[in-house]
């Protein structure tokens, strides 16, 4: 076996190893004092009772699971059975991340605070240092299983050799199960922590602010440790497991194209890799990608206890640009280096194009185009002090209802560039080096998913330190130093946001290929009345997904309402500070509510793919008619899960900030207005509607789309065209037939040798064409080894041609 | 020329005579007396004032459209200039439809109210008669132009006698200029009017309701005259320009894919319809309609002047009932008399099949269940005492916030049944009888428009009356009679817009079916990245379109405001009633900064489409693919487009009811609750966003879908395979091909006679398939004309298979 298959592996070690001194090191700071400490851990118990409630859930959903993939493996003969294996430990692999992060999220808020007492620098390295164990966590959890699982089967199924693509397919097929196991994770954590974290925030406004009328944080609210709990559940452990899914299924999709490349050049290619150069690509970039975060983390540092958000965020770019850069680098080496010179790629309608590397190259910088540009487009329409918020802050003045309109307003237009930049990107990523080319844009993109989940992890760590601050009531410094990491992790927030969906996105569309290529469907024709039907359906999908999620936030929210409610009333001297409130009631009030009303939308996601695949399949429909329809409804929860994942992040992000305009005070009609003015409370009212927006059913979108995508790569083989068991049930059989098209010129003629499957009555057709006078054909139609003789005869006395063919009929 | 042709027309100008009949009795009722007529006459002359400022920017963009269309009927030979005279009429009747329905709804406001004073039931004889003049117009002119256009095409192209397919092309080609002209109009009637109707409404309540503390319909208000004019100017013409354009699309598209059946059967059918049976049922049964909505609004009637909403619902219910039951009856005769017992048609993939023309009249029945089921979904997600609406009063007692969340969510999931009738119906309708069925699925629905129309423009006639009840201060028995009429017509006004997007979403299917029949392309294949790309950008644009009309009301209702309270500053005595408030003024700012408002969607809907088509094409990208992905395009802006129509729709609807919940009265956590509560001022707030929603952003998305797939429609001949242009330049040229398909026995072989188009590279494709043994299939081949002889010998030594063919090279 070739050396550099151990790369991404040893990578990921060095990721893991650099994450394990880094965490000690934040675990080795200051924790405070008694009041401090308390509080914390207090999160940190509300925390683990969270995951510990989620892992047994888990449990039982990934048996299930396992079970219906046994089965599967034992009815379709290229399944096998390891694919239950590398499935579970995508579940483990996954949690354990989530659990990492989670563990040292909570570990490190209390640290920050502490330092916050004395330097920002200080504040700013510990709450970053904590973020960046968890994006190192992921990133190198994510790059070792997926890589140690390819080596394992490789040598499985392939003995460590190149033998032919089917093979490889079947190893690529049953490491789609890690990918499954580690996306199924991303549905609990992501969803069910949406649901958690708004159901306990609103929640506690509800009662506290609003009914009580105490200030957010305050210890005294029964619900406030559940809020402070929810922070790490929603923003940390969900997108940790969102990003992780998104980084193992981007690269097996380019895997899977990978080995189309290798079957599109014959079946085997000579490179210094064991001629799987192509597949390796994608996991060498994801190695890379590691140690370039690490690089890139190191760079964000402020030295000055002055410093304000202008700093912070120039640190953390500096870091942020430098990864990318590098990123773009390294894949002008990797690209160079592991993949021929020039490949042969089929593209769909247009027959065999020679691409060469430095196409391949040019995919992967517009994927790294995407990711930065998409954070800048979420920016616009979501930061502070921008154009869209000022409109929003504007409209508040005439009340709620103008405040909604165009806070909904502002995230519909929002998606106006952002679908014209992923438009873009799939047209040129593809135009460059085809589907290989589009999965390898999203693998560059997400090479840098460490060093963005750092920046997105320090957000919430930042928020709860200003949390702990209020609760244990330092002196204001303290409180100024955390807001200024707080305000700056907003912003991030907002923007990791984007870099997830764009991370979806490209994520499905690679999936959605490589699904295509695994049936062996020669395209997903919406002209077609079942596949367009379908598509209808997979558009309905994402949106009614969303109306579950919000509704399960408005109902986790009551179940919280009552419990406060209870303990204001039932417990002595609470509101005074002398009674206890039982925290831990509400946390798991919220846990068990978000884990109950997760399971609807779950049900929606999984559910519907296996009825479009399974109910037609029990009616004896075509497989392969079955498996387009249901690329259709993929294309279809595709196309409208992004448009509501951005429209409801983007409206969710600048509600907020609308309404936080209001606390530095905006000039509305000439007046400067502020804090409690009707305005304000307008404003207030659409963070209302925004909160699940931005943190429950928009960011769940991401799931939903690469779940769908993934389900359907998982059960391709059963409807798709190569299995064996599919040979014998549909009469696959490998024929050549000769097309003959006579241009105006008597001596030219063009050849197109057609090699086509028919599997009942669908033709699945792969064109070459020769070009050239009927001598010239006839030569190369027999080296081609399809043919052994043709011999094609004009009559012009009778109007009639004369084709003689003898086809060879061993296939 | 046969006879039938004759018949829609004949049908038509029944309609027309029958509407000439009911307007005149209209007209001779008691309009009242002198405040009454004033206010009634402002509200006629606001009307005029806005269909005429309407109809000048109209008669520009007819000129502008009928330039380029000039300009593409001398590039495209196909496309014959009379294409120009159709749009100009297309436009004209769809403007003398909304005129005539406009001028008597106006007329008809005031005979209600009057008619009201005394007795119930001749207040709707009279408010129904004026919505009926209304449904004949409509139906009545659509019907007489189309076939009118189609009679003289048909005698100018082809002197009224079948000669082939492709001429009939040009005839139906030609023909879509009517279609274009007529929801050109609509894109004016519908988004300027809905922009209108939304201004003026917003602009009088926040001055006068919440400013001034007015009333609603307050005559001292300056804008309760413009928001009158609104209601008809949105309701009344809006609609009807938009089932004008239904109406006439679903027709064209059917009679277009009706001509491929004629294609399919051979080119040519002999019946007694001079051979075009398939292309004139379509507008039979459009003719047939005209009569059944005449029986079933004669039918619409109470008796008792104690009669409740229930009697007056009872009524319409059986007109309409009625009218659907004969519709069916209609299409049994018709289909069965006018199509051959046994058609073929071609199926995707699968070849052509035998399709029985009971088939076809299955096809028809599907589209009425979607028509009948569409109405009973809105009516379950709008209505009042549903349970949608009451769980969105129940969210109101937590605050606006949780009022909108829930409407939102409500919107949201009214998709889900929505989407599956219709995913149901396109694959129902098209096994059935292929898009053919499709199209007639959706022409069965329309049939009824001018029943629909009378039921639904009965609405806004008896808001009306109320107003001018109100403004004229009139007894409080008139306001309880036309609040009666008026609670029937918000129903009839949800269920309507249901109907209306059910037919949008048929008409947008028939005419993408059309779209590809037309362009000669074998399909959109999505796993083509430029035409996923473009499914993408498809998609985004119904979202930013009704952002765009949102913000239009938005900025609209501000003139407004600035304009209303200019005149409660200026006018000395406005409050006191002794000061004359300008009302034209009023009416001129909602006129003006409507249609300037609506320029900005308009060019998008316009302008995307034809980016798409044309930039590539000055780039030199192959012509086939262009089309493809246009089509592309045109399913992601339809499948978006019907998803964001329901949505938004449905929860404007919602929170509209739910806020009139509170006016008898609802129950909110064991308390009755009624107007003036802070849950009623959150409901108000959550109605506040729901006014754009239901009346400007979610009706337009109609237009939208319907234009952009005609605007493809028009355009097709320039992308497509079909034109002498097209020919000339890209070489195409009918070959024969023969694919040999060898199963495993021995002697029984599959041939397939593949006749293909070679256009740039691209192949279009018809496939016909023999099994047999070789000697059966040799002599199918040789009976088939394209082969002269085949010769097919195995060799199971040398594993070859020896294929001898003579081609007929004549084509």
Redesign the interface.
Known sequence: MELMIWMPIVMAILGLIYMWIKQSWVMKQDAGDGKMKEISDYIYEGALAFLSAEYKLLAIFVFVVSLALAAVSFIVPTTHILIVVAFIFGAIFSAFAGNIGMKIATKTNVRTTQAARTSLPNALKISFGGGTVMGLGVAGLAVLGLTAFFIFFFYFFMDSTWTNTMDMTVVLETLAGFSLGAESIALFARVGGGIYTKAADVGAD?VGKVEAGIPEDDPRNPATIADNVGDNVGDVAGMGADLFGSYVATVLAAMVLGNYVIKDMGGAITDNFGGIGPILLPMAIAGAGIIISIIGTMLVKINSNDAKEAQVMGALNKGNWTSIVLVGLSCYGLVTWMLPETMQMEF???GLQEISSMRVFAATLVGLVVGAVISSVTEYYTGLGKSPILKIVQ?SS?????N???G???G??S??PS??L???A??A???FAG?YG?ALAASAMMATTAMQLAIDAFGPISDNAGGIAEMSEQEPIVRERTDILDSVGNTTAATGKGFAIASAALTS?ALF?AY?TFTGID????????V??????G??VP??F???A??A??KAAMEMVQEVRRQFRDIPGIMEGTGKPEYDKCVAISTQASLKEMMLPGLLTIGFPLIIAFAPLAFGMDKL?IAEML??YM??VT??G??WAI?QNNAGGAWDNAKKSFEAGVEINGEMTYKGSDAHKAA??????GD?FKDTSGPSMNILIKLTCLIGLVIAPILGGHSEEGANLN?I?S?V????????NNDLIAATI?T?K?VN??TVTETE?FNGTIEEIEAKAEKSGKI?SMDVN?NKET????????????D
Do not use: C, H, R
């Open positions: 509800l769909f309608g247009e409209q005439t009340g709620a209802g103008t909604i309109i165009a909904l307003a502002t519909m237009i998606t106006f679908v014209l992923f438009a873009g799939i047209w990523s593809y135009a589907f589009v569309l290929a295509v395209g997903i024709n919406i002209f077609k009345a079942p367009l039907a379908m598509l209808f359906v558009g309905m949106v009614v969303s109306a579950l919000m509704n936030v408005g008619a690329g259709g294309a279809g196309v409208s992004v448009l429209f207030v009212t659409g963070d209302t509607v699940p009469e059989k024929e037939n000769v097309e003959v098209t006579a241009t105006n057609i086509t028919t009555g669908e064409t052994v004009k109007k009639t041609k004369e084709v003689k063919i003898i086809i060879n009929d061993k």
